[in-house]
């Protein structure tokens, strides 16, 4: 997983999007996590 293009992109976004993006990226990885294990 490339990690620096997604902090690149977080440090240009604002607190509030920040946050969002963060939600969005631990239910995304909540989604996949739960696929692999079935």
């Given at each position: ?28 990885m909540t989604a996949l996590?739960?696929?692999a294990v079935r």
């Amino acid at each position: 997983m490339n990690d620096h293009s997604f902090s690149a992109i977080t440090t240009k976004t604002s607190p509030r999007d920040h946050l969002l993006l963060s939600l969005l990226a631990g239910g995304f990885m909540t989604a996949l996590s739960a696929l692999a294990v079935r």
